[in-house]
């Protein structure tokens, strides 16, 4: 079966030979005027320039050309075997089996997705990731490792403990910057792939609306979920509702970051002054001049949840329109 990677690289193989036919990922909105031709069960699809001579003839021979490229199983090894399965559609899972992936069917498991910030990162990860028995650490790609969690033993609460400590332990000892997706717990093998989906639309969704670094379950991205679906100029327009030319002299990386803890210590004075190393009446006093700058006060749930939504739309807006 083929997968993501090997997908790319023949877009890849068929771009450097001139051809005019090209490979369309899942998502990606297809050509004005093209003939497409799509690879079942996968959901990826050839394209081709309906004025291109002899389209269809071109896309028959191109779907020839991937069917031939494909290795068989007999070569791959245990690894690349996995990573195929994992980036195999939903429907597709059912032709693999347990036993084929090393693997006992009943333990509950999730998949985690763990990123690097570089392309140096994936044989660091492979190589300093600690697993225990029954479990699964692959390379994925030149920055990024799949790590397939074991839940027999403990529950989504603990493995997102131990993903917070293998930020902490590889960007302190390691110096290596590592951002987390955590896909939700599956109890059979066969709905892995939909764990691992979930991984990597977690780190896409925690890197574009709170930046790289940290740890983001998929279960708990709810609000970044849906404001994925919202047209990044929207996003943008809202965003620039909170940053106002009077607000951004205010908001500077302290202000923004005494609002972050305040929001995740559930508005709490007394927890968040304690963690951020300051007295009652200075978080006091900050949360009065973004008052001030904003017309939200944090301490009221209404205007907190309305600040963290256009902070969270600001951050997006970021990176997308740099």
């Known amino acids: 079966m083929h997968d993501a990677q090997w997908f790319s690289r023949m877009a890849q193989r068929l771009k450097s030979a001139g051809s005019p036919v090209s490979l369309i990922p899942p998502g990606q909105a297809v050509p004005e005027g093209a003939l497409l031709k799509t690879l079942h069960p996968y959901s990826w699809q050839l394209s081709v320039p309906a004025a291109e001579p002899g389209a269809k003839a071109l896309l028959e021979v191109a779907a020839a ?41 009943n333990d509950p498991r999730c998949v985690m997705l763990l990123k690097g910030a570089d392309s140096q990162s994936g044989s660091l990860l492979a190589e300093e990731t600690p ?72 780190v896409q969704l925690g890197q574009t609306f709170h930046g790289s670094g ?72 900050r949360l009065e001049k973004l008052e001030k700058a904003t017309g939200l006060d944090l301490r009221r749930f209404d205007d907190a949840m309305t600040f963290r939504l256009l902070l969270l739309c600001r951050n997006a807006a970021q990176k997308e329109f740099l």
């Not at 990024?144 to 989504?156: F, G, M, P, Q, R």
């Not at 047209?231 to 002299?249: I, K, Q, V, Y």
């Open 65 to 105: 050309f991937l069917a031939a490229d494909e290795p068989g199983p007999a070569t791959l090894s245990p690894g690349e075997r996995f990573l195929r399965f994992l980036s195999l559609p939903e429907n597709a899972a059912e032709a693999y089996s347990p036993a084929d992936l090393g693997l006992r069917e």
């Open 214 to 285: 940290g740890v983001y379950r998929y279960d708990r991205l709810l609000l970044e979920r849906f404001l994925s679906e919202v047209p990044p100029e929207t996003r943008a327009r809202c965003g620039a509702l909170l940053f106002s030319p009077s607000a951004e002299r205010v908001m500077n990386d302290e202000m923004l970051d005494t609002a972050r803890h305040f929001l995740e210590n559930d508005l709490n004075v007394a927890d968040t002054a304690r963690q951020l190393y300051i007295h009652r009446n200075t978080l006091l006093y």
């Open 131 to 202: 697993v225990v028995a029954g479990e699964i650490l692959i390379p994925y790609g030149e920055d990024s490792a799949i790590l397939v969690k074991n839940l027999k033993l403990s529950d989504e609460d603990e493995v997102a403990e131990y993903a917070q400590a293998l930020v902490e332990t590889m960007t302190q000892e390691v110096g290596l910057p590592l951002t987390i997706g955590i896909g939700t717990k599956r109890e059979t093998v066969r709905e892995l792939p939909a764990s691992f989906r979930e991984a990597v639309s977690a």
